[in-house]
Each structure stands twice: as C-alpha cells, then as structure tokens.
C-alpha cells in the first residue's frame, strides 16, 4: 500500500475498485422481465444453462479485459487469439498428443500474443489500438490460411471432452472454471501489488512513472495475462464443440468490450470492477440469447452490440463529468 499512498499523495490520484454501474443491475432486472413475457421459453433450465454457457468465454475474457481497460488501454486480438489456440490446440489433440500438453500449448499461444502486443505497445511506441487491431488481422489470416475456411475436427478426446461438456454436481464445468478465474482476477486485482500498479497507471501514467512503477512491465504483463484468458477461453469452447471452428471468437472483442464498460469500467482508466464484468458478460449472453428466441435476424444482432457498446460509453462518459 506504500506505492498507492505515496502516488495519492504526491498527485493526488483516486485510485480503486469502480462500484459498478448501477443502471446495468437495472437493465438487467428490467430485461430478464421483459423476457418472461415475450420468451417465456427464456426461464426454462435447459436456457439458463445456455446461457451461462455462452456467457462463459466472455467472461473469462471480459475479466483480463477488466485489467487492460482500468489500465486506459484495448485489446482488440482477443477473438483471434480465442480462434488460434482452439486451431494449435485442437490439431494437437488430434494428432494424440497428451491432453495437458495440448492444452499447455494453447494457452502458451495467448501468452506470445500478448507479449507481443505488450512489446509493440511498450518498445515500439505503437498505439494500443492499431498494435493489437494489426495482431487481431494477422492472427485470423494465419487461421484462414492453415484451414481454408474448413474446421478441424476430431477433438473428441474423453479428457479433452470434459473440459467443455462435462458437469460437477449439476454445474457445468466451464462455469465452475470461470468462477475460479473471477475469484484468481479478483484477488490479483484488489488485493495484490500488481493490481494497485495497473489501475496507478490507468489514473496517471506519468505519475505513476515518477514515482517508480516499472509501466512498461506492467504494461507488458497485463496483456500476457488477457492473452492467457482468451487462450483458456479457446481452450473451453474447442472442449464444447469438439472442432476448431475457422470463425470462432469473431466480433467477441465487441461483447468483450461492451461487457466491461457496461459493468463500470471506465475508459479513463483508474477504477475497475469485475463483478460488473461478470454481470456485463451475463447481459451480452442474455441480449444475444433473447435475440435468438424472438427470432430477430441475425444481421441485426451487431446493431443491437454496437449500440449497446455506444450507450455504454456515453454513460461512462456521464458518470465522469457527474464526478468532476
């Protein structure tokens, strides 16, 4: 607590975990309503656990996001990455490799990603936005080439089926997964060093430079650590599906984004929450389920996204003139 005293107190900064936004939690009890009486096949079990399954890759992305986001940067590669450990993993698994060494594989596949978005970030100077949108290109193109378009199937390994498919005590295991992901992020966030670094570099970068946090580092860090979870996330959904699916994880850094902005974060950096995130990635999976119950044309689906994220955003921006 020394360096976030220090930094409060030579500069002033407000740093800390955001309390969330508490229009989510509304529009969220206002949308599930809205639900039981124009689906009501919405509240059935076998929906519900839909639900939280599609939920699940968001969430786990959305919760290294949540790092990425309160440090004031983006990561646009997160799709990509989901799709390109899912093709490493899941030729792998095909060709009989050992399960964790598939697996260790994938997720070795985020962790290079996102040391070279911290890199080109970082030591290059090149801004989050074009670096990580230019990984997000070529990261799909290598999964198109090796591919052409055509899944790969055949990851219907037993141990590698249970990852994605199988159930402890009635509860699916990836939703087990992702809570133990939720509560390592949590810790890592509010209760660690690394966690006071990066929402100190999210508030001031500058002043968190003066007075001695290693940012580059950090920097770098944070994105291995959103490339290991969208590696975890592929790893899951290859589980499900049993195939590396080509377009896997497309337009997910949109529900990605849209899940953390709407749980509080805010794109000024300085303040996250992830049980905003878990309930911002809850609401993505509930609007996309809800679509697809009321049968509203799938082209239509990213209006509905984007102007999700664009609502979002502007109360951000709302909330922060409120508390200037």
Request: charged share 10%; hydrophobic share 55%; proline share 3%.
């Amino acid at each position: 607590m020394v360096e976030v005293a220090l930094i409060r107190r030579r500069f002033g900064l407000k740093l800390g975990r955001a309390s969330g936004n508490a229009g989510v939690y509304i529009a969220f009890a206002v949308l599930l309503i809205a639900l039981g009486f124009a689906a009501p096949r919405f509240f059935t079990l076998g929906n519900l656990t839909d639900v939280l399954r599609q939920a699940v890759p968001i969430a786990v992305i959305a919760f290294g996001a949540t790092f990425v986001i309160g440090m004031r940067g983006i990561d646009l590669s997160v799709g990509s990455t989901l799709a390109l450990t899912g093709l490493a993993t899941a030729n792998l698994v095909v060709l009989a490799y050992p399960i964790p060494v598939a697996c260790l594989a994938g997720l070795c596949v985020g962790a290079f990603i996102g040391l070279v978005n911290g890199l080109l970030i970082t030591k290059v100077g090149i801004t989050d936005f074009i670096a990580t949108m230019a990984i997000m290109v070529i990261s799909r193109g290598v999964v198109m080439v090796y591919t052409q378009g055509i899944p790969i199937t055949g990851a219907s390994d037993p141990a590698f089926r249970s990852i994605g498919q199988s159930y402890l005590g009635g509860i699916p295991v990836p939703v087990i997964l992702t809570v133990v992901v939720f509560a390592a992020a949590y810790y890592l966030l509010y209760y660690t060093r690394f966690g006071r670094f990066v929402l100190s570099i999210g508030s001031n970068p500058d002043a968190a430079r003066l007075v001695g946090i290693p940012t580059d580092t950090i920097k770098i860090m944070v994105y291995v650590l959103v490339g290991v979870l969208s590696s975890f996330a592929g790893i899951m959904l290859t589980s499900r599906l049993e195939a590396a699916m080509p377009e896997a994880g497309q337009g997910y850094e949109l529900d990605v984004i849209a899940a953390v902005v709407i749980g509080g974060t805010g794109l000024s950096g300085g303040r996250a929450t992830l049980v905003g995130t878990a309930v911002g990635a809850i609401l993505m999976a509930v609007v996309r389920n809800a679509l697809n119950l009321l049968n509203v044309n799938t082209f239509w689906h990213q209006v509905v996204i984007g102007t999700i994220i664009l609502l979002a955003v502007a109360a951000d921006r709302f909330n922060r003139s409120l508390r200037a």
